[in-house]
């Protein structure tokens, strides 16, 4: 079999190096444009289980590198001298120039021909390679033979905003150290850390609004570095900035939807770019570099075999690791947002940005600085809150939460889930076992579904209503029932628009009803589903007046029923959320136009419903943060509409997103609408609810403990275990708060004892695994001095 490879970077020499090693009968071929000696960039970051990984790939090449590492454990945060401490994180970093030299050498060794100062024409190399077997194309982000063919791989490219630059220093550090430093003219980040007795990397990055006002773009190479070694004095103690071809650049984000084409493979950058913030890039090239040279072993010849099951293996992990990248970019690309954060929760956010390093993980890596983190909380929390929780102190997630005259008893809801199980709007036996259930689960506050404000307003036959007093006497009694509970309950008002008069989703979602429709109505005349939906009634200003009557009149129902909260649905596409998104909303009058026009009428609802809502009850509105598609809501829309909301009485922000429009195309993850709730809390200024893939407790005190938002609600954990939150607390040993027991009921007070001892079992042995889990360190030990 006979392989060329496109690209002698790290990728492409150590596919050559293991696949020639175990094939010495195939023949390898490299072409590489630059000088062997050529480098750009100064160090390179290996995790500890990447270094593992290379370790059972090639021995050989692993003991010839383990004695050039620096090796740390920790990662400090300087932000303006400002030092935090993060322990329990192993990395080795080493030279890119060595790196390359020795997989040069080893791909020598085994007989891989190596060709430097080589340029292979894009248009040409097909025919140039006819012979080839297989062509893996691993020349990097700007790589022209990937472009050549850019339609047929399914090329996409992002540039994101941020300016960086590649340079060194001879300054040493012991630890990989994040220095953030703000000048007058805004905020700057180097990334920073040894990677050789004499050298060091910093990776420097600001913003555009920052690079723009300090003149960069008239600056030459060498006057960039002496600006930066000024910002950047007091942490280089007299070294300077080191220059190698450290021109301003913006990182851009590329994706592939195909890896092969012909006889074609895509290795490394050329397939996928992975933000250096998280360390990924050589790290993901190396890693798929084992991968296809696992597929070539196992297909020897089979070029199409190959080319399927290395990119079955690799696509999920290399799909996961570029979101986890991209949240991390977006931490810098937000720099001033975080800038005032306090000390150790400005921290916690930089470490757990990405989304992969939790509450619990910090715990494990560096308990004293979780200490830190969660002393912090409180003596903020008690600053702004007057209350002191005492030796009680609880992990952040059971911290209480006060809206107006209400004290929710921790930070967990359960968030509004359609049950559909309705007749003419009324609860039944159903919905009271529904929402009792979880409120004796512990749940701190419970979200009624969607509720109805007339007969018209429903989505489907099967929603639950706040019309008539049949209905307002079911939802008496349930709010009664609730507070025999220590939760809370929140009543949610909407009105279904042009979403409305269909079916219940086990006959088919969204679909109109095959007969006993009602009108619906929109802001727009623009139908849900082209060709299917009934085509929306455009609102008038008559029946605007109608519709905000029946809000006002279902929230004096909610309110004599004695709701805790209430809700106003401004999301998903329906009645009052067609109005904010401009891919629904084309009105020519002043209830159409920018995000200000667009809110009005949402504005003038929720206006009328806070006057006759009570004083002392708090009030929220749901908003979908982001369309997904093109065209729709803007962050800076979501800015306007939410401090709108905000002047206009709103004391919390339920941050959702999408169900705009049909052709919509969210990014799903954990945690996946987060950063809206995190934006609006520090951008508006007013605090949020975090929703979207939260299933985790550690994940909820992490999004607590960061800033990032105020109240997190689980819809299908709740569905899946009732009692969430109290298996949660018995996870975290939380017993009493500011002196009160977690309230457990009488009935299930034999329950108590077994779950917190079950609890302290399944944490001591996670402890040990997490020991036993941890790379042995010995082979960087020496390197490490």
């Not at 500890?48 to 454990?73: C, I």
């Not at 259930?437 to 429903?458: H, Q, V, W």
């Not at 369309?627 to 922000?653: C, E, M, Y």
Request: proline share 5%; hydrophobic share 35%.
């Amino acid at each position: 079999m006979k392989i060329t490879v496109i690209g002698g970077g790290p990728g492409g020499l150590y596919f050559s190096l293991l696949t020639k090693k175990r094939m010495p009968e195939c023949e390898i071929e490299v072409f590489e444009q630059n000088r062997a000696d050529d480098t750009f960039g100064f160090g390179v970051v290996f995790s500890d289980e990447t270094m593992d990984e290379f370790l059972n790939a090639d021995p050989e090449s692993y003991d010839l590198l383990q004695g050039h590492l620096a090796y740390w454990t920790d990662i400090v945060v300087d932000r303006e001298g400002e030092r935090s401490t993060i322990g329990g994180n192993g990395f080795a970093g080493c030279s890119r120039q060595l790196l390359l030299t020795l997989l040069q050498d080893r791909c020598r060794a085994v007989g891989v021909k190596l060709h430097f100062e080589t340029t292979i024409d894009p248009d040409t190399f097909e025919e140039r390679f006819a012979d080839s077997d297989l062509i893996v194309i691993g020349n990097g982000i700007g790589s022209p033979m990937r472009d050549r063919f850019a339609e047929e791989f399914g090329v996409t490219r992002q540039d994101r905003p941020n300016y960086f630059t590649w340079m060194g220093s001879t300054k040493p550090l012991d630890a990989f150290t994040f220095f953030f430093r703000e000048t007058e003219h805004g905020h700057f980040c180097a990334h920073s850390y040894q990677y050789n007795e004499e050298r060091s990397t910093w990776v420097i990055e600001t913003t555009p609004e920052t690079w723009e006002a300090t003149g960069f773009a008239e600056m030459s190479e060498e006057e960039s570095a002496r600006y930066l070694e000024r910002v950047f004095a007091d942490c280089l103690d007299n070294h300077g900035l080191i220059t190698n071809r450290s021109i301003w650049r913006n990182f851009p984000v590329i994706a592939c939807e195909k890896w092969s084409h012909g006889k074609m493979v895509l290795l490394g950058d050329a397939k996928a770019t992975a933000h250096w913030s998280i360390g990924s890039g050589t790290k993901l090239a190396m890693e798929c570099a084992i991968a296809l040279s696992d597929q070539v072993v196992a297909h020897p010849g089979d070029v199409p075999a190959i080319q399927q099951a290395y990119e079955k293996e690799r696509r999920t992990p290399v799909e996961i690791t570029q979101h986890n990248a991209a949240v991390s970019l977006r931490w810098f690309e937000d720099m001033a947002m975080h800038w005032e954060k306090p000390r150790f929760q400005f921290a916690f956010s930089l470490m757990s940005r990405a989304k992969s390093v939790t509450w619990d993980n910090v715990g494990l890596r560096d308990a004293k600085f979780l200490e830190d983190v969660e002393h912090e909380f409180y003596e903020v929390y008690a600053a702004q809150t007057g209350r002191d929780l005492g030796p009680d102190r609880p992990t952040p997630m059971f911290s209480p939460l006060d809206l107006r005259g209400l004290t929710l008893p921790n930070r967990v809801a359960m968030a509004p889930m359609a049950q559909y199980s309705s007749e003419d709007g009324r609860l039944n036996d159903w919905h009271h076992t529904h929402y009792m259930a979880r409120a004796l689960g512990g749940t701190g506050l419970i979200f009624t579904e969607m509720t109805c404000t007339s007969p018209n307003a429903r989505i489907t036959p099967g929603c639950t209503g706040l019309w008539n007093d049949e209905q307002e006497a079911d939802f008496t009694r349930l709010v009664s029932n609730i507070h025999r509970t220590p939760a809370r309950i929140a009543l949610q008002l909407g009105h279904a628009g042009r979403k409305g008069s269909t079916n219940v989703p086990d006959k088919g979602m969204d679909m109109p009803l095959e007969h006993g429709n009602w009108p619906i109505v929109s802001a727009s005349p623009i139908p849900y589903i082209e060709g299917v939906s009934s085509v929306p009634g455009e609102l008038s200003r008559e029946q605007m007046d109608q519709v905000k009557a029946d809000f006002v009149a279902a929230t004096e129902r909610g309110a004599r029923a004695g709701f805790d909260m209430l809700e106003l649905h401004c999301a998903h596409g329906y009645l009052l959320a067609s109005f904010l998104s401009p891919l629904t909303n084309e009105r020519s009058d002043e209830y159409g136009g920018d995000a200000r026009a667009r809110a009005r009428y949402p504005l003038e609802v929720f206006r009328a419903m806070r006057e006759v809502w009570p004083e002392d009850r708090p009030m929220s509105v749901r908003l979908s943060a982001s369309d997904w598609a093109p065209g729709g809501l803007t962050l800076d829309d979501l800015a306007i509409i939410a401090g709108l909301f905000k002047d206009a009485g709103v004391d919390i922000i339920h941050c959702s997103s999408g169900e705009t429009v049909r052709w919509q195309k969210p990014v799903f993850g954990r945690m996946w609408q987060t950063p809206f709730a995190e934006f609006v809390r520090n951008e508006v200024g007013i605090p949020t609810i975090a929703v979207g893939d939260i299933s985790l407790p550690e994940q909820v005190n992490t999004i607590i403990a960061a800033g990032r938002a105020d109240l997190c609600a689980l819809a299908r954990p709740h569905l899946n275990d009732p009692f969430w939150t109290r298996h949660a607390a018995g996870h975290y040993g939380v017993r009493k708060v500011a002196g009160q027991p977690l309230g457990w009921p009488e009935q299930l007070r034999s329950g108590e004892y077994q779950l917190y001892r079950e609890a302290e079992k399944a944490n001591e042995k996670a402890r040990e695994l997490a020991l036993k889990a941890r790379p042995e360190r010995r082979h960087y030990q020496q390197s490490a001095g």
